[in-house]
């Protein structure tokens, strides 16, 4: 039996991890969802392609080990966890589906089939304490992109309506539950070298692949042969203050030996955006 280590920082008492059904209906929604740009819009189409399956790999890494936490908190927080992840899938589910229906069939397709081969690559492969390095380095990486939605209200905003509350829903859960594969992964093994080089090659992954499926989108919508399109999406993903760009001192944070991901508190932010969230979906009341 592992022991619960002492730590400093830990998931505020006052953030609860509740998972919630939603429902979503993907009615109309517009090609040019975020921004009204096809970058902005096909780079988040991508990630979305990996979350079903994705989320699915980390609710079984964090299950694998949860028998080892004895902390009744702790506990409720893992079933909060897996609860949220399961629905997430299901939700990114259909919005890949409507992508499909959206005219993107091949690429939607092929994109969660890719995520989903390399996935079960990484399951034979990888130990399940590596799995749980790759779910924590991964989460952080949500997290991160996370508060840099909800430090955006413009970008929020930008967003339709008909796809407003998914992502708003989403980066507020994630930020919830932002710590509990990490602090489960500092409970099973603690090894810095481990958690920092999975991370690393979790991240090389993740953004070879989204490279890949923003461009298939893009090339979908003859988009790759408009260089002023093209460029200014780029400059709103990696420009000053871009979407990318914004998270790079948040990334590097997690190369701390002593990082944890509440020393950045968002607390507050996930006060601020469930109110806004239970007017654009009220089933998020419950
Ligand atoms: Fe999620
Ligand atoms: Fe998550």
């Known amino acids: 039996m592992l022991s619960l280590k002492r730590r400093k920082v830990r998931t505020p008492d006052k953030v609860s991890i509740q998972p919630q059904r939603m429902d979503f209906d993907f009615r109309d929604v517009p090609r040019y969802w975020a921004m009204n740009d096809p970058v902005v819009t096909h780079l988040l189409n991508a990630l ?19 028998d080892q936490v004895q902390d009744k908190k702790r506990q409720q927080e893992i ?14 589910n259909s919005f890949n589906q409507m992508l499909s229906e959206q005219g993107y069939r091949e690429e939607a397709e092929g994109g969660q089939q890719l995520a989903q081969t390399l996935i079960a690559q990484g399951r034979k492969r990888l130990s399940k304490k590596h799995l749980l390095a790759a779910t924590a380095g991964l989460e952080h990486i949500t997290a991160i992109l996370a508060h840099r939605l909800l430090t955006d209200p413009e970008f929020i905003e930008q967003l339709d309506p008909s796809v ?3 992502w708003l829903w989403h980066a507020i859960e994630e930020t ?29 992954f993740l953004a ?7 461009w298939a989108f893009l ?13 200014k999406g780029m400059w709103r ?24 991901p509440w020393q950045q508190d968002d607390s507050h932010l996930i006060a601020e955006w469930r109110k806004v969230l239970e007017q654009h979906a009220p089933q998020a009341a419950a």
């Open 176 to 204: 919830e539950h932002k710590a509990v594969a990490y602090d489960l992964y500092q409970d099973v093994s603690a090894n810095y070298r481990l958690r920092v080089s999975i991370f690393l090659t979790a991240t090389s």
């Open 237 to 260: 993903l990696f420009g000053y203050k871009g979407l990318i760009s914004g998270t790079v001192v948040d990334y590097l944070q997690y190369l701390r030996p002593d990082f944890h």
């Open 79 to 92: 079933s909060g966890f897996i609860g949220q992840e399961a629905m997430h899938s299901l939700e990114h």
């Open 164 to 166: 407003r509350a998914l």
């Open 208 to 214: 070879s692949y989204t490279t890949r499926y923003t």
């Open 219 to 231: 090339k979908r919508d003859g988009v790759h042969r408009k260089p002023l399109t093209l460029a």
């Open 48 to 66: 979305s392609l990996t979350f079903p399956d994705g989320e699915r790999m980390f609710v079984d890494a964090v299950r694998a080990f949860r």
